[in-house]
C-alpha cells in the first residue's frame, strides 16, 4: 500500500521567506505526483501534476521538484506571503487510478 | 472550461436519518468520478470511484453507497447515517486517461448529531 508522508504538519514563517515543504512516499513506481492547496472549510486547489517521467514544475512563484528514485517531492514558494497561508496536500497517483494523499502541511506566513 | 458542483455546502442531519449528496461536473464528458471522505488528522480517503455510468468501485466497506445514473452526476447516499459518517465529503474528476490532474468540488461539512 502506498503510504505518503509530509512533515512537517504545520509551520509558521515570516512573510517574505521562502517556503519549503517536503512530501515522501513509500512506492515509487507512481504515474504523477499532484500538488493541492487547501483553505479552511474548503475543497482542494491544484496547484501544481509533475509527471512520473518530469523533475520538476514550476507555476508563478511555485516550483515542485519530484525525485522518484528517492521517493521525495518538494515544493518551493518563493517570497512568501500572508494569503500563502494555508494547508498544502500532496497526492500521488499509482495503480488502478488510485490517489495516496499525505496528510498535508499546514503553513501559517506571519505579516 | 470544465466547472464541478457539489451541494449542499453543509448538512447536520441526525443518526437513523438517510443521506443524498450530490456532484455535477460541466464542460466535459466522461470523466472519472471520485469521492473522498476528510476526517480531522486522518487525511483524505477515497470512498468511491467511477469510470462511467453505473460502473462504482468501493474503496472501503462502510454505511455508505455511490451512484451514477448520468454520465456527468456522482451520488453519495446512506440508508441510515451513524456518528462516525461525520466528515468533510469531497467530490472530484479527472479526465479519463492516464496521468491527469485531479479537480476538486468545494466539499460538503456533514454533522451527524
Known amino acids: 500500500k502506498q503510504e505518503v508522508t509530509q512533515i512537517p504538519a504545520a509551520l509558521s514563517v515570516p512573510e517574505g521567506e521562502n517556503l519549503v515543504l517536503n512530501c515522501s512516499f513509500t512506492?515509487?513506481?507512481?504515474?504523477?505526483l499532484q500538488w493541492f492547496r487547501q483553505d479552511p472549510g474548503k475543497g482542494l486547489t491544484s496547484l501544481l501534476l509533475?509527471?512520473?517521467?518530469?523533475r520538476e514544475q514550476t507555476s508563478g512563484r511555485l516550483n515542485a521538484s519530484l525525485d522518484k528514485s528517492s521517493g521525495r517531492s518538494t515544493l518551493y514558494i518563493a517570497a512568501s506571503q500572508p494569503g500563502d497561508s494555508a494547508t498544502y496536500l500532496c497526492?500521488?497517483?499509482?495503480?488502478?487510478?488510485?490517489?495516496?494523499f499525505g496528510k498535508g502541511n499546514q503553513v501559517v506566513v506571519i505579516p | 472550461s470544465q466547472t464541478i458542483h457539489q451541494w449542499p455546502a453543509t448538512l447536520v442531519q441526525p443518526v437513523g436519518s438517510p443521506l443524498s449528496l450530490e456532484c455535477t461536473v460541466e464542460?466535459?464528458?466522461?470523466?472519472?468520478l471520485y469521492w473522498y471522505r476528510q476526517a480531522a488528522g486522518r487525511g483524505l480517503q477515497l470512498l468511491f470511484y467511477?469510470?462511467?455510468?453505473?460502473?462504482i468501485s468501493s474503496e472501503v466497506p462502510q454505511n455508505l453507497s455511490a451512484s451514477r445514473p448520468q454520465d456527468r452526476q456522482f451520488i453519495l447516499s446512506s440508508k441510515k447515517l451513524l456518528l462516525s459518517d461525520s466528515g468533510f465529503y469531497l467530490c472530484?474528476?479527472?479526465?479519463?486517461?492516464?496521468?491527469?490532474?485531479?479537480?476538486f468540488g468545494n466539499g460538503t461539512r456533514l454533522t451527524v448529531t
Open positions: 472530484a474528476w479527472s479526465v479519463p486517461r492516464g496521468s491527469s490532474p485531479l479537480h
Open positions: 512506492d515509487s513506481a507512481i504515474y504523477n
Open positions: 509533475i509527471q512520473s517521467s518530469q
Open positions: 497526492a500521488v497517483l499509482y495503480g488502478n487510478n488510485r490517489l495516496a
Open positions: 464542460g466535459t464528458s466522461n470523466p472519472n
Open positions: 467511477s469510470v462511467g455510468i453505473g460502473q
